[in-house]
């Protein structure tokens, strides 16, 4: 069974340009959720998704938004890229909603602004 | 928000059991106790969870407190590759709960 895939794995953009990344989730799974991880925060919450509804808001501004798909494929986007969105953007999915549910993680995109 | 806390590292010699703590005082009846493991360029990989009584997988076991306030995360015999970040997280199931990760604990094993 496949894994959870993340595309790309490394971007590098500039800031005040905005981003697209991928998240395909294991097949069957139904939640997505998204997350950021820098050296200083850790692991933040971003947003969680659950047949196309989105469940759960992180706190992080609007620049930051997501979506899902009929297929449970999901899409974070980023606009006005700013230094302080350096990070790596992580993808889990899950069967259910988390709370009972083991999540799977992708191995995540890397994001340098410049 | 349920919050967790954890030692910030921890050591522990090859083939012997680890015993990882995760403090998480304001735990309500519905959340979950979930743990994760991150190894270096990875994402973070599911351990094991648990509600109210222990579990045991083929990864770990997860000893929960009577009164659900701690939670030990237990390897019965490390080896080199358990080497990671461990996090300890709480999951409710009201929809307004936000998953919030700790700074986990970097666990270190001696040859």
């Known amino acids: 069974k496949a894994g959870v895939t993340q595309t790309p794995r490394y971007l590098i953009k500039t800031r005040g340009q905005q981003v697209t990344l991928s998240c395909s989730p294991i097949?069957?799974?139904?939640?997505v959720s998204w997350y950021q991880q820098t050296p200083g925060q850790g692991l933040q919450f971003l947003f969680e998704?659950?047949?196309?509804?989105?469940?759960n808001k992180g706190n992080f501004p609007g620049r930051f938004s997501g979506r899902q798909f009929s297929n449970s494929r999901s899409e974070m986007n980023v606009s006005t890229l700013e230094l302080g969105d350096s990070a790596l953007y992580l993808c889990?999915?899950?069967?259910?909603?988390?709370?009972?549910?083991?999540?799977?993680f992708g191995n995540g995109t890397r994001l340098t602004v410049t | 928000d349920a919050k967790t806390t954890q030692p910030n590292s921890m050591e522990s010699n090859e083939e012997e059991p680890v015993h990882l703590p995760c403090n998480h005082s304001t735990i309500s009846g519905t959340d979950y106790i979930h743990w994760y493991r991150q190894l270096p360029s990875q994402g973070p990989e599911y351990v094991i969870h648990g509600l109210t009584s222990n579990v045991n997988n083929r990864m770990a076991s997860l000893a929960i407190a009577e009164d659900r306030k701690s939670s030990t995360l237990i390897l019965h015999r490390a080896t080199l590759r358990d080497a990671a970040v461990y996090y300890c997280?709480?999951?409710?199931?009201?929809?307004?709960?936000?998953?919030?990760f700790g700074k986990g604990t970097r666990l270190h094993i001696l040859p």
């Open positions: 097949s069957g799974h139904r939640s």
């Open positions: 997280i709480l999951r409710g199931m009201n929809r307004d709960d936000k998953i919030i």
């Open positions: 889990a999915s899950s069967f259910e909603q988390f709370y009972n549910s083991p999540l799977h």
């Open positions: 998704y659950f047949s196309e509804t989105q469940r």
